[in-house]
């Protein structure tokens, strides 16, 4: 047993933990990749251990910290909460900095492409778990030769890439919430519109420093007066001092769907692999930070014949950590119980004992769902499911409607305004407001259609429930008096206004989905060009999963609005090369029109 080696080097030994009472022991390795850079990895065996799983979880987020959750000598508290089925089950825990982070060796590459192209060295993520696995099968003897990956967001991310070109004893992968393609969909833009407001600090916070020690400065307690008072993203990075990150700088580079984006797009990527070691993807329904990656990553290779027996897909209704928690409720939307310790113990541990220690087979479906608003588990076989794509239209007078409208000219406008841009928060939005940034894709839209600068369109009370499963779909017909214009649609549900079991949420306007799409890429991602003032054009895009179901006596509602600010930087309306860079003088209000003939394609579930 080890003594541990990363608590300060100045503390005496007197005062250092003595292990002989704990129930696992703790062993801190540095474990040399092929070009001869050494991981720091940290071990954590069960007390008594024989020929157990070993579970590893690659991140950049510290190792040290994430598998010291608290500071405690029992091992199930020690561990992120998403081993504590596989700590009840007495797995081994490897948890290890990335290279070029905190205390491994190298040079860090924000999610570093695999070789190739983009990445001309001998070294990528596979490698790195390749040979990390490889280690730990020969050097832990009471290891049974069996590893499985697991991780969630950026570690969800080096889960899936632990999957391409796998060691052999790799036997299972689970992968909460993976980043998989960073400008359809998920951290860093939305469509082409960049999100700012977590990306920047992102940024910072992972490249700043190797440990993280650089702290993201501000003087604004609200981000939205912060961002606006700044102008661009590129005047906020050129204040916070990021100008010469490595990221930063290659996002200026590439702000369009171009051959460096598309080069690392993991679905892409696994377009021409054959997947051989069981991946159960982990994917929340209110994800406000990697909603695309996992439901596309499963769309790619569910047609791979090799994956026919081996991959799965689950749907929770979480928010980017949920299913590592409990998974009670996001923000004032309540669950069926404790969704998240559910689905581990349940679902995902009998798939990692299968695969890991030999366990009879569990009887999983290949998709799991939650649907939301009927609150129950739905299982199916394909994602998206059989659905109906149904044109729900946007009608005159603020009505929505399944008949098409029997006008054919007409329209609504609204005046969008950059220096009064409509927040995606309530206001005031602080930056260390934790609980607040995971809530709040669920949070109540009436603060949003109270403005003059978005539009609400909605159905009378549903006279019977209504139930929807897959991908929604906006198809606009849209002008703008400007060059430029962000689109944002979103998907509500409206509860009645009285609501005798909550009464404090009669009324509420719950997001169901909702998305933006930068009005620059119309007629080609990788391409962007000025829009034609004052003339209807169409703007098509996916919206992000759903499965839920609309109760009797609620109503259906769209709401289109052109500014989603500050998580998302602000479309001049002005067409310029580069939004980052944009000049104060390029913003302009515009007059935005929605035609008749625009609707929201809803997937109604086929019973």
Not at 33 to 48: E, F, N, Q, S, Y
Not at 97 to 107: A, L, M, N
Not at 486 to 502: E, G, H, M, Q, S
Request: proline share 8%; aromatic share 12%; charged share 25%.
């Amino acid at each position: 047993m080890d003594t541990p080696r990363d608590f300060p080097g100045d503390i005496p030994a007197r005062f250092q933990p003595r292990m002989e009472s704990w129930d696992f022991e703790r062993r801190v390795e540095m474990v040399q990749m092929r070009d001869g850079v050494a991981l720091k990895t940290l071990i954590l065996t069960p007390k008594g251990a024989a020929k157990a799983p070993v579970l590893l979880c690659r991140t950049p987020y510290d190792a040290a910290k994430v598998s010291a959750r608290l500071n405690s000598p029992h091992l199930a508290s020690v561990v992120p909460q998403m081993l504590d089925t596989a700590v009840d089950a007495g797995y081994i825990v490897a948890v290890q900095d990335v290279r070029g982070k905190y205390g491994s060796e190298g040079e860090y590459v924000m999610t570093r492409p695999p070789i190739g192209p983009l990445n001309p060295t001998a070294v990528d993520h596979a490698t790195d778990a390749y040979d990390t696995i490889e280690w730990l099968v020969t050097n832990l003897a009471r290891c049974n030769g069996r590893v499985g990956t697991i991780g969630g967001s950026y570690a969800g991310f080096t889960t899936v890439m632990s999957a391409m070109h796998p060691h052999p004893n790799l036997r299972a992968a689970v992968a909460f919430a993976p980043m998989v393609d960073g400008w359809i969909g998920d951290d860093f833009f939305h469509h082409g519109a960049f999100r700012q407001g977590m990306a920047l600090d992102y940024i910072y916070q992972q490249e700043a420093s190797r440990k993280g020690e650089e702290k993201w400065w501000s003087g604004f307690y609200d981000t939205y007066a912060e961002f606006l008072e700044a102008g661009s993203a590129g005047a906020v990075a050129r204040a916070k001092g990021i100008e010469e990150l490595g990221m930063w700088k290659t996002l200026c580079q590439h702000p369009a769907y171009d051959t460096w984006w598309q080069g690392q797009a993991v679905d892409r990527m696994f377009a021409d692999e054959r997947l051989t070691v069981p991946l159960m993807i982990v994917s929340g329904l209110f994800d406000q930070e990697d909603i695309y990656g996992g439901p596309a990553l499963f769309k790619v290779l569910k047609s791979q014949e090799s994956a026919r027996e081996r991959l799965l897909l689950v749907l929770g209704p979480w928010n980017h950590g949920g299913a590592r928690a409990d998974g009670r409720a996001v923000g004032r939307i309540e669950f069926q119980g404790d969704t998240g310790t559910w689905f581990r113990r349940h679902v995902m541990q009998p798939f990692l004992d299968h695969h890991l220690r030999d366990a009879p087979a569990p009887a999983l479906s290949r998709v799991l769902l939650y649907e939301t608003g009927a609150d129950c588990w739905r299982r199916c076989d394909n994602w998206p499911p059989a659905e109906l794509l149904r044109p729900m239209y946007l009608l005159a007078d603020g009505r929505l409607g399944f008949d098409p409208p029997a006008e054919a000219e007409g329209f609504e406008e609204y005046v969008s305004d950059p220096a009064k841009p409509v927040p995606y928060r309530l206001r005031p939005i602080p930056r260390d407001d934790r609980d607040g940034w995971g809530q709040w894709l669920t949070e109540d839209q009436r603060n949003a259609a109270a403005r003059p600068d978005v539009l609400s369109y909605q159905t009378p009370p549903l006279e019977a429930p209504l139930r929807i499963a897959g991908e929604p779909w906006a198809d606009l017909i849209a002008s703008t008096s400007g060059s430029d214009a962000d689109w944002v649609v979103k998907l509500i549900d409206v509860w009645p206004d009285d609501y005798p079991a909550r009464p404090e949420m009669g009324g509420y306007q719950q997001m169901i989905s909702a998305d933006i799409f930068r009005g620059r890429y119309r007629e080609d991602v990788s391409s962007p060009q000025p829009l034609e003032p004052d003339t209807p054009l169409r703007y098509r895009f996916r919206l992000p999963s759903v499965s839920h179901v609309f109760l009797r006596g609620h109503r259906i509602m769209v709401q289109i609005q052109s500014s989603w600010f500050p998580l998302y930087d602000r479309n001049p309306q002005t067409f310029v090369p580069n939004i980052f860079f944009a000049e104060p003088r390029d913003f302009v209000k515009a007059t935005h029109r929605i035609y008749r003939g625009s609707a929201i394609a809803i997937p109604v579930a086929a019973e």
